[in-house]
């Protein structure tokens, strides 16, 4: 196991875990019998992080050692994280805290499965999404080896296991006042996030690039008193050029759209990992109330409007719209609308993942059948009136051309 550990982007975490969201209760302890997160020999990791250690260790894969860049670009390459994804941290928020501040960002790559995030001047953090176990983190030290070593660390869980995550090994999203030194103005709060939160409260600590978004976001600002800033009109850079010395970094941008799709996934997640934990600790448990939570969640049912056209500047949109699937009509969940809401289709891509397939049957079956109580217009209440009979009826026939598996009634 000692070459094989999802770090929180950028992110604050409270310290332990008391209470989950879901069912109101505790979540089963990493321990139990039927999750055995710390049994590296009978449950080995999945995640695409361990797959990787696993070629280098056999000598089937090398990484490339780049000067001044290491080992990032390689690893982006070799575990699909698009440079596009980048997003860029100024607030002093993680395991190299002392490193980070508004003129060395800490930078954060992602696709679907993992997140690695890199600070000039230090090592990368990485985070991987089991398909069964959670999330995982790991480290990779910027200094040449014959065979680098992705080591596991176990040692993160004392904050990435919290209420915010639901209990289970995950991640959370962090909004906080930043002094101009990047130390967070914790007596003034803050607010974890995800697409449902507003976005006057998002992205403080972080740099956010666009050619048009909200008005107003706490993205690029820095506070010199004790009081938060007056609301304002939220300008946007187009590059990061001019706000540090962008020498070393793979990108002069943090793009906006890469930081709503990070919102949304963060939570879509964690819900995926907590109900997968639910399911296998109490295979006989009642999981209705748990699929519903996670199905609001996956159909944007709480979403926050965006409050302007949004346009990003890194390409990320145009690259992850198309990795699809999609139906004969060219339609897809990864297809953007930016205007009124992040997705054109409002179901999550997540549905997609492998950490989704790998759910227990009873928890596949409890989420399907609450999609499609509501997808189907059993269920009248106000909560689903954002969802139109137009928007249910392309998600039914989407995901019956692109997702195997998917129940008989789904049918039309």
Same mark, same amino acid.
């Given at each position: 196991?000692?070459?094989?550990?999802?770090?929180?982007?950028?992110?604050?975490?409270?310290?332990?875990?008391?209470?989950?969201?879901?069912?109101?209760?505790?979540?089963?302890?990493?321990?139990?019998?039927?999750?055995?997160?710390?049994?590296?020999?009978?449950?080995?990791?999945?995640?695409?992080?361990?797959?990787?250690?696993?070629?280098?260790?056999?000598?089937?894969?090398?990484?490339?050692?780049?000067?001044?860049?290491?080992?990032?670009?390689?690893?982006?390459?070799?575990?699909?994280?698009?440079?596009?994804?980048?997003?860029?941290?100024?607030?002093?928020?993680?395991?190299?805290?002392?490193?980070?501040?508004?003129?060395?960002?800490?930078?954060?790559?992602?696709?679907?499965?993992?997140?690695?995030?890199?600070?000039?001047?230090?090592?990368?953090?990485?985070?991987?999404?089991?398909?069964?176990?959670?999330?995982?983190?790991?480290? $990779?030290?910027?200094?040449?080896?014959?065979?680098?070593?992705?080591?596991?660390?176990?040692?993160?869980?004392?904050?990435?296991?919290?209420?915010?995550?639901?209990?289970?090994?995950?991640?959370?999203?962090?909004?906080?006042?930043?002094?101009?030194?990047?130390?967070?103005?914790?007596?003034?709060?803050?607010?974890?996030?995800?697409?449902?939160?507003?976005?006057?409260?998002?992205?403080?600590?972080?740099?956010?690039?666009?050619?048009?978004?909200?008005?107003?976001?706490?993205?690029?600002?820095?506070?010199?008193?004790?009081?938060?800033?007056?609301?304002?009109?939220?300008?946007?850079?187009? +590059? $990061?050029?001019?706000?540090?010395?962008?020498?070393?970094?793979?990108?002069?941008?943090?793009?906006?759209?890469?930081?709503?799709?990070?919102?949304?996934?963060?939570?879509?997640?964690?819900?995926?990992?907590?109900?997968?934990?639910?399911?296998?600790?109490?295979?006989?448990?009642?999981?209705?109330?748990?699929?519903?939570?996670?199905?609001?969640?996956?159909?944007?049912?709480?979403?926050?409007?965006?409050?302007?056209?949004?346009?990003?500047?890194?390409?990320?949109?145009?690259?992850?719209?198309?990795?699809?699937?999609?139906?004969?009509?060219?339609?897809?969940?990864?297809?953007?609308?930016?205007?009124?809401?992040?997705?054109?289709?409002?179901?999550?891509?997540?549905?997609? +993942?492998?950490?989704?397939?790998?759910?227990?049957?009873?928890?596949?079956?409890?989420?399907?059948?609450?999609?499609?109580?509501?997808?189907?217009?059993?269920?009248?209440?106000?909560?689903?009136?954002? $969802?139109?009979?137009?928007?249910?009826?392309?998600?039914?026939?989407?995901?019956?051309?692109?997702?195997?598996?998917?129940?008989?009634?789904?049918?039309?």
């Amino acid at each position: 196991m000692g070459r094989i550990g999802w770090i929180s982007a950028g992110l604050i975490v409270s310290a332990a875990a008391v209470f989950g969201e879901l069912a109101d209760k505790l979540a089963p302890p990493p321990d139990h019998p039927a999750i055995e997160y710390f049994n590296y020999l009978k449950r080995p990791a999945r995640d695409p992080v361990a797959q990787l250690s696993a070629k280098i260790e056999h000598g089937t894969l090398q990484l490339a050692f780049a000067p001044g860049k290491g080992y990032l670009p390689s690893l982006l390459e070799n575990l699909h994280v698009p440079i596009e994804s980048q997003m860029a941290v100024f607030s002093k928020t993680s395991l190299q805290a002392e490193r980070i501040e508004p003129a060395n960002p800490r930078t954060i790559f992602f696709n679907d499965t993992v997140a690695v995030a890199w600070v000039r001047g230090g090592f990368i953090e990485m985070a991987a999404l089991d398909p069964e176990q959670g999330v995982i983190f790991y480290t $990779l030290q910027q200094q040449f080896q014959e065979k680098p070593q992705l080591l596991r660390r176990d040692d993160c869980l004392r904050c990435h296991i919290a209420d915010e995550t639901l209990g289970v090994p995950g991640m959370m999203a962090r909004s906080r006042y930043t002094a101009p030194d990047g130390m967070p103005k914790l007596l003034l709060g803050g607010f974890a996030t995800d697409h449902r939160s507003p976005m006057e409260e998002r992205w403080g600590g972080w740099y956010v690039t666009a050619k048009s978004g909200p008005p107003r976001h706490l993205g690029n600002t820095m506070v010199t008193g004790d009081d938060p800033p007056p609301a304002g009109e939220t300008r946007y850079p187009e +590059s $990061l050029e001019g706000k540090f010395d962008t020498a070393g970094y793979l990108s002069p941008y943090s793009d906006i759209v890469a930081l709503l799709v990070f919102n949304h996934q963060i939570r879509m997640t964690d819900l995926i990992i907590r109900m997968g934990w639910e399911a296998r600790a109490a295979p006989a448990g009642d999981l209705r109330e748990a699929a519903r939570e996670l199905v609001d969640y996956l159909l944007f049912v709480e979403e926050a409007p965006l409050g302007g056209k949004i346009q990003g500047t890194s390409g990320f949109a145009a690259k992850f719209a198309a990795e699809g699937p999609a139906d004969s009509q060219g339609r897809s969940l990864r297809q953007f609308d930016l205007d009124k809401r992040l997705m054109r289709y409002p179901c999550s891509y997540m549905i997609y +993942s492998p950490a989704f397939d790998s759910l227990p049957s009873a928890a596949r079956t409890a989420i399907y059948q609450r999609m499609w109580q509501v997808l189907s217009g059993e269920d009248q209440s106000a909560r689903y009136a954002r $969802l139109s009979r137009a928007d249910r009826r392309a998600i039914a026939e989407i995901l019956r051309a692109t997702k195997p598996g998917l129940p008989a009634y789904f049918r039309p």
